[in-house]
């Protein structure tokens, strides 16, 4: 492989070569840092990239007699809603256009400790909510890469960076993984340590991972939480083929290419069945939307009071509808979604994984939008793990895929049956090499 083509290994395999000496983080900084410069006036990703700060921590990596960890060398993407000490974190937001933190966010600072090379910051939607940052889908630049984690998706997906963090609140990590055609994993909630995160919404805010294959995401896992690295299950898991009572909601591909999953899986030796959640789990949609807005209001309590003139009139419609909501009604929310864990111990007892849509369809035309989460919404709720495989191109030519849910808590196991998933469903994404 030449230097100029590291920026295609996956971080898995990057780290692997660099640990045998047969790539230098210096090679593969300045492949991805090529790729990255290269395609910004195309696809704004990056919000504060520096080539000569990103090649001195890769000579500096280099001449370290011994790795550092398990990212050694392996370049990593911050969204720009995660604090940074030697850059700006501006939060997709005016207010905030000469911030600069004291300290690295722990996701960040774990991430150093690992050997890891802090690439740039990637851009957010505005407070990581719903008005869109400049990025654009690098698959088709009329469209939008999805949000809030808007520019870490579509540098992953461009083979900018082999690893990007990106949050959830509602849909943020999983849509524009699906939009972008790259695999996101959003944790159990909480799982990865969220200090030197802007919070959003306290209760629903999660840390999420970018990245191209279940391996590497599994790795940076294991180095942000220390769980076990996922393995292969030992028998194909049991699956629940799950389409939600929103199934109208999704386009003719977005079914067809769940429905496509759910048989490949089979036919590879999964024991698929139909799920159905009874009618209560529809509710979680809406209790969503009232813990986020009541949440988020509060949060931006300090902006709204001191620099209202420099929100956005779609985020600042949302902290209006925020303040209106009773207290009574947002324990409610909060207490429906207690009540769907509880009620879903049962339909663990069947099945591994639940099987369901990332997003309605293909990313939307336009930039002015970063699409519907409304698939996302409930399990981010629950808390649950998800995670999302490329599988398929739609009429469109752009990306889709599917989701892998599992219990809360079971991140290694969710991410074992994804290692397994994808093997299945990976050869049938014709997008995945497109944008070499």
């Known amino acids: 492989m030449s230097a100029d083509q590291a920026a295609f290994l996956g971080a898995a395999e990057a780290a692997r070569r660099i640990a045998r000496g047969e790539l230098s983080t210096q090679a593969l900084a300045q492949a991805c840092l090529a790729r990255a410069i290269a395609g910004e006036a195309r696809l704004h990703a990056w919000t504060h990239l520096s080539p000569q700060t990103v090649m001195a921590q890769a000579q500096a990596l280099d001449a370290q007699t011994t790795p550092k960890g398990l990212l050694h060398g392996v370049p990593v993407a911050v969204k720009d809603i995660i604090d940074t000490a030697d850059m700006?974190?501006?939060?997709?937001?005016?207010?905030?256009?000469?911030h600069q933190p004291v300290a690295d966010a722990a996701c960040v600072a774990q991430c150093r400790a690992a050997g890891a090379l802090v690439m740039g910051k990637t851009h957010t939607t505005e407070f990581a909510s719903i008005h869109p940052a400049p990025t654009a889908n690098p698959h088709q630049t009329a469209h939008t890469p999805g949000g809030s984690s808007s520019g870490s998706a579509a540098a992953v997906a461009?083979?900018?960076?082999?690893?990007?963090?990106?949050?959830?609140?509602?849909?943020?990590?999983?849509?524009?993984?699906?939009?972008?055609?790259?695999?996101?994993?959003?944790?159990?909630?909480?799982?990865?340590n969220r200090a030197?995160?802007?919070?959003?919404?306290?209760?629903?805010?999660?840390i999420g991972l970018l990245a191209r294959h279940v391996e590497d995401v599994s790795l940076w896992a294991n180095v942000l939480v220390g769980q076990a690295l996922a393995v292969l299950p030992a028998r194909p898991p049991r699956v629940g083929l799950h389409r939600t009572t929103l199934w109208d909601q999704a386009s003719e591909s977005a079914q067809q290419a769940l429905q496509d999953a759910a048989q490949r899986l089979q036919a590879?030796?999964?024991?698929?069945?139909?799920?159905?959640?009874?009618k209560s789990f529809s509710l979680l949609y809406d209790a969503q939307g009232v813990v986020m807005r009541y949440e988020t209001a509060r949060a931006t309590a300090w902006e709204m009071a001191h620099r209202r003139d420099q929100l956005s009139d779609e985020f600042l419609l949302r902290l209006e509808q925020g303040w209106t909501i009773p207290h009574a009604q947002y324990l409610e929310a909060l207490?429906?979604?207690?009540?769907?864990?509880?009620?879903?111990?049962?339909?663990?007892?069947?099945?591994?994984?639940?099987?369901?849509?990332?997003?309605?369809?293909?990313?939307?035309?336009?930039?002015?939008?970063?699409?519907?989460?409304?698939?996302?919404r409930n399990w981010t709720l629950l808390g649950l793990p998800c995670v999302h495989?490329?599988?398929?191109?739609?009429?469109?030519?752009?990306?889709?895929?599917?989701?892998?849910?599992?219990?809360?808590?079971?991140?290694?196991?969710?991410?074992?049956?994804?290692?397994?998933?994808?093997?299945?469903?990976?050869?049938h994404f014709p997008l995945r090499e497109r944008l070499r």
Do not use: M
């Not at 974190?89 to 005016?94: A, C, F, L, N, V």
């Not at 030197?196 to 999660?206: H, I, M, W």
């Not at 590879?268 to 009874?278: F, K, N, P």
């Not at 997003?359 to 970063?370: K, N, R, Y």
């Open 196 to 206: 030197g995160l802007k919070f959003s919404a306290e209760s629903l805010d999660t």
């Open 88 to 98: 700006p974190s501006r939060y997709g937001s005016p207010i905030y256009a000469h």
């Open 335 to 376: 207490a429906l979604a207690q009540q769907g864990r509880d009620r879903l111990a049962a339909v663990w007892q069947g099945c591994d994984v639940l099987l369901s849509l990332s997003a309605p369809g293909e990313a939307p035309a336009g930039l002015h939008s970063t699409g519907d989460s409304v698939f996302n």
């Open 389 to 427: 495989l490329p599988t398929a191109a739609g009429p469109q030519c752009l990306p889709l895929g599917v989701q892998l849910i599992g219990p809360l808590g079971a991140d290694v196991a969710l991410l074992g049956a994804a290692l397994w998933a994808e093997a299945v469903l990976a050869p």
């Open 268 to 278: 590879a030796g999964a024991q698929v069945s139909e799920v159905t959640l009874d």
């Open 158 to 192: 461009d083979f900018q960076v082999p690893l990007a963090f990106a949050t959830q609140t509602a849909g943020s990590t999983i849509r524009p993984a699906a939009f972008c055609g790259v695999v996101g994993y959003k944790p159990s909630f909480n799982r990865i």
